[in-house]
């Protein structure tokens, strides 16, 4: 069975203290690895998206890292605007019928 | 503010009304999906259109109805609905259902059923 893990569930820095959150996941072939940041209120927003083993994407103070079981969100320098969840998603080709598999979130929080 | 549009923003109604949301897209994208989230969970699949036609429904009760009049619009009946089916109603659309482009989510409808 498809499952993705987010760790930590919540995180607090201080502005500027850079860290990562994790996403482990297991999936019958990936497709597809995807980070989105989810605002109060608001819809997921697309940031994201690693297709196989060693990709690394950027933006802005994020990376996203992918390995075959875990995928890294780091972050670097951050401010209190990047305060959010961030939520980790996969679609592999098994049993999900190719639909995204979300894992629980991780709730950052940036303090001036 | 994002491509996918839902409306309304908010939405309370009674156990015993009959409204509907809606979605629109106009990204050329062929498949339209319906998320339900409840507080601090993430998004739970409700149903997917692929090129209009319903491709999956999640086990939904069928007091939710969902309908895709055209490749832009997606919308879902709501009717005696309870007070647990009060949550955040995401809209995605995303290239093809098929293929491994990332959905792109709408800010929501939230929905309190008193």
């Known amino acids: 069975e498809d499952q993705v893990t987010q760790s930590p569930e919540a995180l607090r820095l201080q502005e500027g203290e850079s860290s990562s959150l994790n996403c482990s996941y297991t999936?019958?072939?990936?497709?597809?690895l995807f980070w989105y940041r989810q605002d109060p209120g608001k819809g997921p927003e697309f940031l994201f998206t690693?297709?196989?083993a060693g990709e690394e994407k950027e933006k802005e103070r994020l990376k996203a890292t992918l390995t075959k079981k875990e995928s890294f969100l780091h972050i670097t320098a951050p401010k209190p605007e990047d305060s959010a969840t961030y939520l980790c998603?996969?679609?592999?080709?098994?049993?999900?019928?190719?639909?995204?598999?979300f894992g629980k979130g991780t709730k950052l929080s940036v303090k001036p | 503010d994002t491509e996918v549009t839902q409306t309304p923003k908010h939405l309370v109604m009674g156990m015993t009304n009959k409204k509907s949301l809606k979605c629109e897209q106009h990204?050329?994208?062929?498949?339209m999906y319906w998320y339900k989230q409840k507080a601090k969970k993430p998004p739970e699949l409700m149903f997917v259109?692929?090129?209009?036609?319903?491709?999956i429904n999640e086990s939904v009760p069928s007091r939710f109805s969902p309908e895709c009049p055209n490749s832009s619009l997606l919308n879902l009946h709501l009717h005696a609905l309870q007070p647990e089916d009060s949550a955040l109603y995401l809209c995605?659309?995303?290239?093809?259902?098929?293929?491994?482009?990332?959905?792109?989510f709408g800010n929501g409808t939230r929905l309190t059923v008193t």
């Open positions: 998603a996969v679609r592999g080709y098994g049993g999900s019928q190719g639909n995204l598999i």
């Open positions: 990204m050329g994208h062929r498949a």
């Open positions: 259109y692929s090129y209009e036609k319903l491709s």
């Open positions: 999936v019958s072939g990936l497709r597809g």
């Open positions: 995605a659309s995303s290239l093809s259902q098929g293929a491994d482009s990332p959905l792109h």
């Open positions: 690693l297709y196989s």
